[in-house]
Nanobody, 123 residues
Framework: QVQVVESGGGLVQPGGSLTLSCAAS????????MGWYRQAPGKQRELVAH???????NYTDSVKGRFTISRDNAKNTVYLQMNSLRSEDTAVYYC?????????????????WGQGTQVTVSS
């Protein structure tokens, strides 16, 4: 079994900063790409930032220059540093991890999601 757990959400004023963490644990053979998604009320879930196992990153246009995704492979953890937060960044943030597990003699890769963490930007 694989677990993905986010932490670090909360209430912050506009212009403030927040750092989200996401840790994967369990029977992990290898941890591949990881990403942060968000879903605001009444909107579809969208990709915010993505990082490959080799550290290549990409961001949705609205967060470029403000958010930074990084990972610590030794800890199976991905981070999202969010600066200059805006009210439109308010959403539930979800972590996604592509995890390879060894099942008997075969490798199998699946996507795992965390439970989500609320980020609210408001004065």
């Amino acid at each position: 079994q694989v677990q993905v757990v986010e932490s670090g959400g909360g209430l912050v004023q506009p212009g403030g900063s927040l750092t989200l963490s996401c840790a994967a644990s369990g029977s992990i053979y290898s941890l591949n790409a990881m990403g942060w998604y968000r879903q605001a009320p009444g909107k579809q879930r969208e990709l915010v930032a993505h990082i490959t196992s080799g550290g290549i990153t990409n961001y949705t246009d609205s967060v470029k220059g403000r958010f930074t995704i990084s990972r610590d492979n030794a800890k199976n953890t991905v981070y999202l540093q969010m600066n200059s937060l805006r009210s439109e960044d308010t959403a539930v943030y979800y972590c996604n991890a592509a995890v390879t597990v060894l099942f008997v003699t075969r490798l199998h890769t699946s996507d795992y999601w965390g439970q989500g963490t609320q980020v609210t930007v408001s004065s």
